[in-house]
Structure formats: C-alpha cells, structure tokens
C-alpha cells in the first residue's frame, strides 16, 4: 500500500468490487428491497407516549426504512476514509499542478 496515498491505493485495489457491489444494490432496488435498521429510543427521543415518542416519532424495535449515501457505505465496508481519500486526491491534483 502507498504510504503516502493510503486511501487511493484501497479504492485502486477493490474498484472492480465496488461496481459489482452497486449493481446489486441497484438490483435490490429494482426488486423493491430496501436497507432497513432497527430503531432503538435514545434520550434524544423524547418522553415516551405508549411505544412512540413526540420528538422523534417511532416505535422502538421497529424496522424502518434507510438511505445512506451508498458510496459511504461501500468505502466503510472497505475501510476507506472519504475525507482522506479527498485529501489526498487534491495533494496529487496539487503536485501534478506544480
């Protein structure tokens, strides 16, 4: 691995895994299956009303729906920090310039 782009060489080293990663992901969309997590009530959520809270509105336990940025989830999988990786595109970007 780079030393000095360690996050370039990752994404270099599983891009194929990444394109056959979004397909299916574009596949489950198609068959209508979402990412889904289960909710679990925080102090941030509010006094309970039965199995609801009023500020954040959801039955514990229940599964809902999620749409994190796939690219997020992807490089987390691979163990590649965005912030990072774009700090060292623009560090190339800027030798190349100079």
């Given at each position: 691995?780079?030393?000095?782009?360690?996050?370039?060489?990752?994404?270099?080293?599983?891009?194929?895994?990444?394109?056959?990663?979004?397909?299916?992901l574009?596949?489950?969309?198609?068959?209508?299956?979402?990412?889904?997590?289960?909710?679990?009530?925080?102090?941030?959520?509010?006094?309970?009303?039965?199995?609801?809270?009023?500020?954040?509105?959801?039955?514990?336990?229940?599964?809902?729906?999620?749409?994190p940025?796939?690219?997020?989830?992807?490089?987390?999988?691979?163990?590649?920090?965005p912030?990072?990786?774009?700090?060292?595109?623009?560090?190339?970007?800027?030798?190349?310039?100079?």
């Amino acid at each position: 691995m780079n030393e000095h782009n360690p996050n370039c060489t990752k994404l270099a080293a599983v891009d194929a895994q990444l394109g056959t990663l979004d397909a299916f992901l574009d596949f489950l969309g198609e068959k209508g299956i979402s990412l889904g997590a289960y909710h679990d009530h925080t102090e941030t959520c509010g006094p309970l009303e039965g199995f609801v809270t009023r500020e954040c509105g959801m039955v514990e336990h229940r599964l809902y729906p999620i749409a994190p940025s796939r690219t997020d989830l992807l490089y987390e999988f691979f163990g590649i920090d965005p912030k990072a990786l774009e700090a060292e595109r623009r560090a190339l970007l800027d030798g190349l310039r100079r």
